[in-house]
């Protein structure tokens, strides 16, 4: 392999990696695993959506809950976002203006970790099927039928 397709395959494989962080499913798509790429979307997202919506949007809490907020962050940057608004939204009074309490909060939390972890996995999948060759790096498209 000369140094050029090497240069191109690492930052091919970068490319991959940040678009699959930034969109869920973004990295299978650019190697043309379509089906997977609409099925990890929808899943990451899903996931993300059903834990703010249970616990609200105080569960991306920079601040109180770091290890969580870390786990949050790898579903998306858009994830971090979400973090300075409940960071920085302030009452008049100095409270924080988006808390989350109870066991809502936990199920919110546990939900949102979860999908940035199920999207690291699935960076490291699209990587590891671009490293391998699959997907456009061998100039085929997954079968339709």
């Not at 392999?1 to 191109?8: A, C, L, S």
């Amino acid at each position: 392999m000369t140094t050029q397709k090497k240069v191109d395959h690492g930052l091919l494989l970068i490319v991959v990696g940040l678009a699959a962080w930034a969109v869920p499913g973004a990295g299978h798509l650019i190697i043309k695993e379509r089906r997977r790429a609409a099925i990890i979307f929808v899943a990451v997202t899903a996931t993300f959506l059903v834990g703010l919506y249970v616990g609200s949007i105080g569960v991306v809490d920079p601040i109180g809950a770091k290890p969580w907020y870390i786990a949050q962050l790898m579903a998306s940057p858009a994830v971090g976002l979400i973090g300075h608004v409940t960071e920085t939204a302030v009452t008049e009074a100095g409270q924080r203006q988006y808390v989350s309490y109870g066991r809502a909060s936990d199920v919110g939390q546990i939900y949102t970790s979860i999908a940035g972890l199920l999207n690291l996995l699935c960076i490291l999948s699209a990587v590891y099927m671009t490293y391998c060759g699959r997907g456009e790096m061998i100039g085929e498209e997954e079968d339709d039928g």
